[in-house]
């Protein structure tokens, strides 16, 4: 059951159009993709957790 449920993990991709809505909301917890010189992706751009639970941390106190 385990293995199951790790198997369907990989599996599972992100809801693009909620994705989306919160970049157009937040855009500020969220990183740019990287690109190297020859114009190839390196690191794909995503929403920032660390950042946005320092902020939930800060709002907290």
Known sequence: MLKDNQKHNESVAPNSAFLSEL???LPEFF????????GELI???GFDLAKFLSLSTIMST
Do not use: H, P, S
């Open 43 to 45: 690191a794909k751009g």
């Open 31 to 38: 990183t740019a993709d990287r690109y190297n010189e020859q």
């Open 23 to 25: 970049q157009r909301a």
